[in-house]
């Protein structure tokens, strides 16, 4: 049973920082994609950034590019998430799709492609 579970949302002031963790467990993740997902109130949900598990490519959107990390442990993958805005703001979702194609890169930040979901952790950014 494919299950992701995100942590290390809360409260911080503009240009802090936080890290988030999406911990998986009921599949083999070497095999699937893991993407970061953000969705505002009253917005569309937002790739933010995707990690190909087979070989550690990376990828993010204009809007965090030179800001957030995803970086993988054993079974858990990290967004560390810095010098945040309040555009920022957000509940973050973690997903993941089991990669049959090479072309991961021209889809990877798209929300429609992913099958299995977390719950979602809440970002805040305020003074």
């Known amino acids: 049973q494919v299950q992701l579970v995100e942590s290390g949302g809360g409260l911080v002031q503009p240009g802090g920082s936080l890290r988030l963790a999406c911990a998986t467990s009921g599949f083999t993740l070497d095999l699937y994609g893991i993407g970061w997902f953000r969705q505002a109130p009253g917005k569309e949900r937002e790739g933010v950034s995707a990690?190909?598990?087979?070989?550690?490519s990376a990828y993010y959107s204009d809007s965090v590019k030179g800001r957030f990390t995803i970086s993988r442990d054993s079974a858990t993958v990290y967004l560390q998430m810095n010098d945040l805005s309040p555009d920022d703001m957000a509940v973050y979702y973690c997903?993941?799709?089991?990669?049959?194609?090479?072309?991961?890169?021209?889809?990877?930040?798209?929300?429609?492609?992913?099958?299995?979901w977390g719950q979602g952790t809440q970002v805040t950014v305020s003074s």
């Open positions: 990690i190909d598990n087979r070989d550690g």
């Open positions: 997903a993941t799709v089991f990669l049959l194609t090479n072309k991961y890169n021209q889809w990877s930040l798209d929300p429609s492609r992913y099958d299995f």
